[in-house]
């Protein structure tokens, strides 16, 4: 404690009313526990990138140093078991093995149950691909900010996905008369389809829902809901339906010939092309999360981007999808915010510097500019395309010629505002 | 569009039948009610699909659906394991104990397909897509839907006509109206029990194989069928083969038409009408 005084005088920097001490870098390795699907129907589309991702990343930071000199030690734990477990696993990594930060969750539903903790518990925990707009908002507009002190998402909600479906569907089919829903029935679902409803009314007010269906999330016959899509006649089908599911009902879909007169609009459905392969229906309008895809930015525009590509190619054999994305956002967010705040304390932060350093934070990835707010949630533009077959690649990809981007302030409320709110007021 | 819910009704009951009527075999003969039915379900899925994945299109189309009865036969044998060295072990006890320890046997076959196939999806939709679709009155159906609905059939037919024509199918009626007269009459039980045993889950996991080629196999895969199967059961009636075929036709057009014109409820509108009938006839529909 003899320390305290001397440092606190010498640097003038902002410290803790208790007197900051300037810690010195530590020689150990720093610890990130990295959450994501590793087993069930999740693990192909989404966790297994999302693992292979963290893994990559903290491989090529290590090789260039590590963060402050410090190496990185992964620890990769799978969501799968149900909420209970990961609560119990959230606990053990922070009160007994102590890690530095988790980067985790893909489900909504872990987000909801494990954020709370950080500040419960005191340890840093990083959302990485879990949409849930709830997760960081009030219960009413205008609300205050941040809802918990160590919890983050480094990536948008799903706010921007589903207003930027409503966008290209007024863009593109301006004349549609009816639209449906499937979505899964838990917080992701029901919230996804809310944004885009309450878009859609707004937007185009003269279009009727005629269908919203509910399975539940992991169902894994849709034999029953795609006859009731295809019964009931819509020209467009919303659906935020993910990883095995979103699978599973496509090729399902494909196999009753629902893609005959009906066209999907998935929120997020940039990993299913390559997952499903060359049958993939053409002219589907999918959504990427943010703007991530392995081609855009076109790579001679963004030299990050294809480096990421390459990389991950090169590693695994396969194109990156937005898991993939998202997870080189959440360890580079933390890597970015670390040395931010180490600068400003001049030695190793504590948890609250590095909270303190992530707000305002903004850096370029392989997608674009992410920047993550005094909300602690990150703000993206969107990517929307059309599924088109070409001979260049196995799978149909977005038609290069229409890929429509909204900036990141068209499709993202403002703070401390709730998303259904600011959408109302669009004029 | 009431044609193709109808057929899809009809595809959803062929299933329920098999995995009811597997159960109300174990039942009926044995009156062990088997939780781990669900798993042999699962393990008749994760072997046709392995196997589909295997050998692929190297075969002529006619083999791969002959793969699908590797389903009935793995999970036969499993079935066969299962008895020898658990379920012989329970005749004489209550039921609690039946339960907790197929309920044991169901977590143990959950890690053993776990440790053999891993946690990844399983998808093999070869014979799915061999078959093509077929127009129905203006409706396009998948022609893989009614292949499984005759295999139902004839798997239904196959065993009336065993129980009811057979010296080994009246054999296992006696014991499942009165086995201690049965035991009087020189019936050997053991075996027969084995028998049933063995019959009951391999109807299981065709019924898993059957699925396969519309729906990926992975863990967890057994859950819903068991708890479907056993509405079936407690609906139709516990032990009859006639109330699990009407119990299968109840619930699976209940899935289907209520999917379509009750969504919100699509979960609990199962239940509710399983229960309507409970309160009204206790045992059942065909219950004794």
């Keep these: ?427 | 569009m009431w044609v193709v819910y109808t057929l899809n009704g009809l595809y959803f009951a062929a299933l329920l039948f098999l995995i009811s009527l597997g159960l109300n075999i174990i039942l009926g003969v044995m009156g062990i009610l088997n939780l781990a039915h669900g798993s042999l379900y699962a393990i008749g899925a994760f072997i046709a699909a392995w196997i589909i994945i295997a050998i692929g299109m190297k075969v002529p189309p006619f083999f791969l659906y002959i793969t699908l009865l590797s389903g009935f036969v793995l999970a036969g044998f499993v079935g066969f394991l299962m008895e020898k060295s658990l379920i012989r072990f329970m005749y004489k006890r209550t039921l609690e104990y039946q339960l907790l320890l197929t309920f044991g046997a169901l977590m143990l076959l959950e890690d053993v397909i776990k440790m053999i196939w891993g946690g990844q999806a399983y998808y093999a939709s070869a014979p799915f897509d061999l078959l093509g679709k077929v127009d129905i009155g203006g409706n396009i159906y998948p022609t893989y839907f009614l292949f499984v609905m005759i295999i139902a059939l004839m798997a239904g037919l196959f065993i009336w006509l065993f129980m009811s024509k057979t010296k080994l199918g009246i054999m296992l009626r006696a014991i499942s109206l009165d086995r201690e007269m049965a035991t009087g009459l020189g019936l050997d039980i053991n075996r027969l029990s084995t028998f049933a045993f063995v019959l009951g889950s391999g109807l299981a996991g065709l019924a898993g194989a059957l699925v396969v080629p519309t729906t990926p196999a992975l863990l967890g895969f057994g859950h819903e069928p068991l708890i479907l199967g056993f509405i079936v059961v407690v609906v139709g009636g516990l032990g009859s083969l006639k109330g699990a075929l009407v119990g299968a036709l109840l619930v699976g057009f209940t899935r289907s038409f209520g999917i379509a014109i009750f969504p919100e409820i699509e979960l609990p509108l199962l239940f509710l009408i399983a229960g309507i009938i409970l309160v009204v006839k206790p045992q059942g529909l065909f219950g004794r």
């Excluded at chain 1, 020209?235 to 496509?250: E, F, N, P, R």
Aim: with cysteine; net charge positive.
């Design chain 1, 1 to 427: 404690m003899g320390a305290t005084a001397m440092t606190a005088g010498t640097l003038g920097t902002a410290s803790k009313a208790i007197g900051q001490t300037k810690k010195p870098i530590p020689k150990d390795p720093i610890k990130i526990a990295a959450i994501s699907f590793l087993t069930g129907a999740a693990a192909a589309p989404f966790g297994i990138p999302g693992y292979n991702t963290f893994a990559m990343c903290a491989d090529v930071i290590n090789k260039e140093g590590g963060i402050l000199g410090r190496k990185i030690e992964l620890l990769s734990k799978d969501e799968a078991g149900g909420v209970d477990a990961q609560v119990k696993l959230c606990r053990k990594l922070v009160l007994e093995d102590k890690v530095d930060v988790i980067l985790g969750y893909i489900s909504s539903a872990s987000c909801q149950a494990i954020l709370p903790l950080a500040d419960e518990l005191g340890g840093l925990i990083i959302a990485y691909d879990c949409g849930t707009h709830e997760l960081m908002e009030g219960a009413k507009s205008p609300y205050e900010v941040p809802k918990f002190k160590l919890g983050f998402r480094s990536k948008a909600h799903l706010g921007i996905d589903n207003i930027g479906l409503a966008l290209v569907i007024k863009k593109y089919f301006p004349k549609i008369k009816t639209i449906a829903g499937i979505n899964p029935d838990y917080a992701w679902g029901r919230e996804s389809w809310q944004i885009f409803e309450v878009a859609m009314k707004k937007l185009m007010p003269q279009v009727e829902v005629v269908k919203t269906l509910w399975p539940p999330l992991g169902n894994t016959d849709y034999t029953a809901h795609i006859s009731a899509l295809m019964g009931a006649k819509p020209d467009i089908v919303h659906s935020s339906l993910w990883g095995g599911d979103a699978v599973t009902y496509t090729k399902q879909a494909m196999g009753m010939g629902f893609f005959k007169n009906i066209k999907m609009a998935y929120s997020r459905g940039e990993p299913y092309p390559q997952e499903v392969g060359k049958d993939f229906p053409q002219e589907q309008i999918i959504c990427c999360a943010g703007t991530h895809y392995f081609l855009y930015p076109p790579h001679d525009k963004s030299p990050l981007n294809k480096w990421f590509v390459a990389e991950y190619q090169k590693r695994y054999g396969k194109y990156p999808t937005y898991p993939c994305y998202h997870a080189y956002q959440a360890i580079y967010a933390y890597k970015y915010a670390v040395e931010k705040a180490a600068k400003a304390v001049g030695g190793w932060p504590e948890l609250d510097d590095i909270a303190k350093a992530t707000v305002g934070l903004s850096f370029q990835t392989p997608s674009g500019t992410l920047t993550i707010r005094e909300d602690h949630n990150a703000i993206e533009d969107v990517l929307v395309g059309f599924t088109k077959l070409t001979p260049k690649y196995p799978f149909p990809i977005l038609d290069p010629k229409r890929l429509e981007v909204f900036p990141a302030s068209q499709v993202n409320a403002p703070v401390g505002i709730k998303t259904v709110d600011w959408i109302n007021s669009w004029k």
